[in-house]
């Protein structure tokens, strides 16, 4: 089995989830590449070391430049701040890298068209970690609904809240400022629950309208010395949404949602069944009939099993629960997949840049009061 | 104690519902009138003979304006279909009697408006069943937003779903025809869901952005001959909500919803904490606190017991459950003590005609393609 | 319609439910004689004049003997404490009456089987109050197993728990004594899930191995002066149960069970599905199929609907929810009819005599330290 | 850092869940020692060597004594079937090996016995993978009686119920045979939970009263012949407890409850508070507090985060989850720890040991029909 070599930049939150997932991949499924995590890239040299030596990779460097140019690597995987997102994947799209990077993609949509762009003209591959999609329950709403199961869709409704900053006393960091994070909430969750929503419907979002709310207006400066600053970006956001089938919808997300953690959740109503999902209990899927004896219908709750997609390579028993680094395990297969066989991957820079469009209509609907149509 | 004489007209789902609680009602409250169920009216004598036994009324009518002029009716109690509300009203006032109307009040803002306008010169009483509000789960979600202790209210949301008319085959009945019933799902269901958001959060929906969609758009004659023709209103609704106070919020009601039975939902989000509510399980309140260590945080089941208002009432012991026909109880106790206790009704006529300005507001901003502001 | 007079003795929580119920019971179903409250006895007469006029009966009386000898009493409806059931049973019985009890019917199985022969020596009507097996969710439950639909059962598994006593701090009441309780949680919670395991199952209990236990083994004295005696009955008790049929189970039951408000709940394992229920939960029913794909196997949550049985008299509207005291109106139906039809009464005082021998059988079985079995 | 050699025996189910473990842990945990996946047997060198490339082990061996002998092992890692580990174990501990083994340790109270005094005379490390105790909920759960946060425990009660023999017509397989896998779901899955309900209470099972039961009491033979034999042990099981310290409770467990996929669940029940827990939710614990104004009080659904015992190492973000394999890299980090600080190692095969005695206790009641004491 050959190898294909990482370099990981960036080692916070979803630097270890990479590497854990990395590490576990080749174990939990049979892959055609062996992901061998190769080179770490962090702040200086000293912070490198310690994080190679921590998350199992073999050499490190200060300088995520150097990585990007490492003959020995094979995957640019960016886990970085999303504003350096942008500078970091050209890169390694100009080295002939492929590019595995966080979400969001960037932090415009004219940034991520330019890194579209760039990474087509290279002929790269690309995928962007929005790795929600990746959890066998919503793979299985997906397939109950290209299937037709539940019949024709006719309503979608989305959310993605939680509450990391519901506390006003909490100072800005880089989430609050528009120069780091560009959007608030609609950019750093609402970017998976639009995803997730053209991703379970199969059907393009054609047009907006939305509404986007601070709701802490000054936070105190990081420092500590007692200064306030304004917030730049959006603490919840929300949007009707029509769809180019026909279909219609609604989503919301928040950062300052008092109680929700992992506030992911869905529905999907058919004309002959509906789905509804949560994922704080991200191993079930409730699935509803619209059909047989009326006084036997209800939602159903379905334990992710081995009859659903990818929970069988986890544990051959039923209800047995997968977690949040499971899903960057199935990423990271389908990731390998993809380079070795030189497939499609999904969703790539071209569908995360599509995600950033959506934000920016959203925002633009917000300050126009209107309806925005959303190309291609 | 002294009698107060109620008028009943019409005997289905809702007359039916009236008549249980009426019976029920003294019981189960100290009341400072007896509710007499003295006539009741159906279209013809013989319907109207049958259930006033049925319903354990002491006469009987079938021409409802003999019931609207009777001298031993205080409380003309309306439960005929929404079409007839105007002109039934509008005579039992002009008699000089109390009215009790179900929702919503009348097919249009202008026929609404003319109903509380001449209730109010009138000097009657009025109240409109939005009994949703009177469970005891919902009564306590707002003393719990009043009272401050989830701090300000940063968003609403709210739906209420339910798919009784999510089968294509269906044929049209008084639900499908503007004539009929004038706005669909939006009235219907959505009325309840209108009325909550303001009662429950204490605040003014200042403009609305709404959305409309007729699913099937034609259905067959109820003849059985095989005919189709358009279903003219909706069937399902949402938008999204600027409150007065500055509070933002969204809202669907669908009546095709497949697997939403008594789908009234809300979830409101406070500074301090937040609240969920499901109509389907309808004595539990969920309330989280954004205090205390973070480690024991997270969303309590309250089930509802005589500490919260009016349970105490229905019986002693907490958690036993109160029904839908516990509502109904729970409001013509408000009822009967506002007539004799001469004191403000809610909702009364000009609280529901509200609600029809609000219909009128997404329906218009739905056609317009922008937000709509709604007056008073 | 004739009338059927009822003679009620005690008013507080049970004897407010029967009240409630007797009010409302003719209006939601169409009954073969009217359910009149006719007379209403207390402790004394102020009392009695005082609780009628609350409770809606014609007369009253300060004692219950006169009450029961009223040649206008048809049937003695037994709301007093449980200590008295017997005394007022037989006298009730002696006058010819028909006679509608509490549970538990009596303190011990003795004077149970004494009420049963004298009941049946004079051909009178008896019902006993175990209302949750009225409740629309468990009748189909009964529904269910009895059709087969979920095959042979395997085991059955209830609990009845609540935390009325929890608090060490409260003193005495008529629960914690010998003399007014018989059993503890065993009788007063218990008798219900003994009740409803036969029931559901459709079989008898011939085998119980118990255990019981005071875990607060001294109470304050009411009279607030600070001495303490000891806790009389359990607090909690478990038991291993063998039916007749082969099946197995266990139950348990608790008074200081923090957190269990009405903690009545079972789990019925059939070869080919299974059912769960919690009275938590009133209105629904967890229902899961070993059928179809497995993939789409799992419990599904069943909303009380007018297919469901009673339902229909409570609402024609699926999910719309019933409450305690519905459960009462159910019973009260029941009770009517089987006494102008002539026909038999479940569970009446022989049934629930038999719930008194499974308690004494637990309770022996307890002091024995080994299995005991139960007769007839 | 010091590397700590594996030698796993065995690659179902299990064999591949420790091999997932071992690879993800030195990147989700800080360990004292690296462990290396150093040696694989299977059945036979063919299925050997595939099954290394699989699981990313150096080298492979068809047979597994010279595994036990390889100078290069220090830890046997024995997943074969249950009826081989005393075998297994009895040559590791010879060849001074440390052991680890998968769950029930063996066959019979006897078999267990003498791998406790082998292991201890030879003073090698043990660790029995009970793997369900390190969830984070479960960890939190003990956290919180061992605190007093909910008092004194009064009651505990639980279950392990699973579906996998519920079809009759699944033929014999190991589960089924006495020679192979001694109790039946008692073995298989009462194992958990009596070892549980001594981790949560921290109290020892001092006497049991037990029933067992062979639901589907012929099953076929696999060769497809058509032949039928006797399945020789419980498909359901259940018992009464009394620990040492007092408390009393009850648990039961089955292969056949139809519905059931990961059915491990527990009830903890104290004089301030009660627990909740279900493992087919495995990522929350309800938490109840017995204590405020009564009407806030409810049972909370605490959703697992970085507060929570081990947690952090795998999200830094509360409410992400965690799956079945995240238990298991738990169970490896506290291995490592415990072997390179030459710390005790808790289940070890003394602990796992008692819980051979306490399945030969229920047995043994059921066959003597009355209560059993368990020693030591």
Same mark, same amino acid.
């Given at each position: 089995?050959a190898?294909?070599?990482?370099g990981l930049?960036g080692?916070?939150?979803m630097g270890?989830?990479h590497a854990i997932?990395?590490k576990a991949?080749p174990t939990?499924?049979s892959?055609?590449a062996?992901p061998?995590?190769e080179?770490l890239?962090?702040?200086d040299?000293e912070q490198?070391? %310690?994080?190679?030596?921590?998350l199992?990779?073999?050499r490190?460097?200060g300088d995520?430049?150097?990585?990007?140019?490492?003959?020995d690597?094979?995957v640019?995987?960016?886990?970085?701040?999303?504003?350096l997102?942008?500078?970091?994947a050209l890169a390694?799209i100009?080295?002939?890298?492929?590019v595995?990077?966080?979400?969001?993609?960037?932090?415009s949509?004219?940034?991520a068209?330019?890194?579209?762009e760039a990474?087509?003209?290279?002929g790269?591959k690309?995928?962007v970690?929005f790795?929600y999609? %990746?959890?066998?329950?919503t793979?299985?709403?997906r397939?109950?609904v290209?299937?037709g199961?539940?019949?024709?869709?006719?309503?979608?409704?989305?959310?993605h809240?939680?509450?990391?900053?519901?506390?006003?006393?909490k100072?800005?960091?880089?989430h609050?400022?528009?120069?780091?994070a560009?959007a608030?909430?609609l950019?750093?969750l609402?970017?998976?629950?639009l995803?997730?929503?053209e991703?379970?419907?199969?059907q393009?979002i054609?047009?907006?309208c939305?509404?986007?709310q601070?709701?802490?207006?000054?936070?105190?400066?990081?420092?500590?010395g007692g200064g306030m600053?304004e917030?730049?970006?959006?603490?919840?956001a929300q949007a009707?949404?029509?769809f180019?089938?026909?279909?219609?919808g609604n989503?919301?997300?928040?950062?300052?949602?008092t109680?929700?953690?992992m506030?992911?959740?869905?529905?999907l109503?058919?004309?002959?069944g509906s789905i509804i999902?949560?994922?704080?209990?991200m191993?079930e899927?409730q699935l509803?009939?619209?059909?047989g004896p009326e006084?036997?219908?209800g939602?159903?709750t379905?334990?992710?099993?081995?009859?659903?997609?990818?929970?069988a390579?986890?544990?051959?028993?039923p209800g047995?629960?997968?977690?949040?680094?499971?899903q960057?395990?199935i990423e990271?297969?389908?990731?390998v997949e993809?380079?070795?066989?030189?497939?499609?991957l999904?969703?790539?820079?071209r569908?995360?840049?599509r995600?950033?469009?959506?934000i920016?209509a959203?925002? %633009?609907s917000?300050l126009?009061?209107n309806?925005v149509?959303?190309?291609g």
């Amino acid at each position: 089995m050959a190898d294909l070599k990482f370099g990981l930049i960036g080692t916070g939150f979803m630097g270890k989830a990479h590497a854990i997932a990395l590490k576990a991949a080749p174990t939990v499924f049979s892959l055609p590449a062996f992901p061998v995590c190769e080179l770490l890239a962090e702040v200086d040299d000293e912070q490198a070391v %310690r994080k190679a030596r921590e998350l199992g990779f073999a050499r490190s460097t200060g300088d995520w430049k150097a990585l990007v140019e490492d003959p020995d690597v094979d995957v640019v995987d960016i886990c970085a701040p999303n504003f350096l997102h942008k500078e970091m994947a050209l890169a390694a799209i100009a080295a002939g890298k492929h590019v595995y990077a966080e979400k969001p993609l960037a932090l415009s949509a004219v940034d991520a068209q330019a890194m579209v762009e760039a990474a087509e003209a290279a002929g790269v591959k690309t995928l962007v970690g929005f790795n929600y999609i %990746r959890n066998s329950a919503t793979q299985l709403a997906r397939e109950i609904v290209q299937s037709g199961e539940i019949g024709e869709l006719v309503h979608f409704r989305g959310r993605h809240n939680e509450d990391y900053l519901a506390d006003p006393t909490k100072p800005h960091d880089w989430h609050t400022r528009r120069a780091t994070a560009g959007a608030g909430a609609l950019g750093d969750l609402g970017s998976h629950i639009l995803n997730m929503a053209e991703y379970l419907t199969g059907q393009r979002i054609g047009e907006v309208c939305g509404q986007l709310q601070t709701v802490i207006p000054q936070r105190a400066l990081p420092d500590g010395g007692g200064g306030m600053e304004e917030v730049e970006n959006d603490d919840q956001a929300q949007a009707l949404l029509r769809f180019d089938g026909g279909l219609i919808g609604n989503l919301e997300t928040s950062r300052v949602a008092t109680g929700r953690k992992m506030g992911l959740a869905y529905t999907l109503t058919g004309t002959r069944g509906s789905i509804i999902f949560d994922q704080e209990r991200m191993s079930e899927l409730q699935l509803y009939k619209h059909t047989g004896p009326e006084g036997r219908r209800g939602f159903s709750t379905l334990l992710i099993g081995p009859e659903h997609p990818d929970y069988a390579a986890f544990s051959p028993a039923p209800g047995h629960g997968l977690g949040y680094n499971d899903q960057k395990i199935i990423e990271i297969r389908d990731l390998v997949e993809g380079i070795v066989g030189d497939r499609p991957l999904y969703p790539n820079f071209r569908e995360a840049a599509r995600v950033n469009r959506l934000i920016e209509a959203i925002e %633009r609907s917000h300050l126009e009061g209107n309806w925005v149509s959303v190309s291609g």
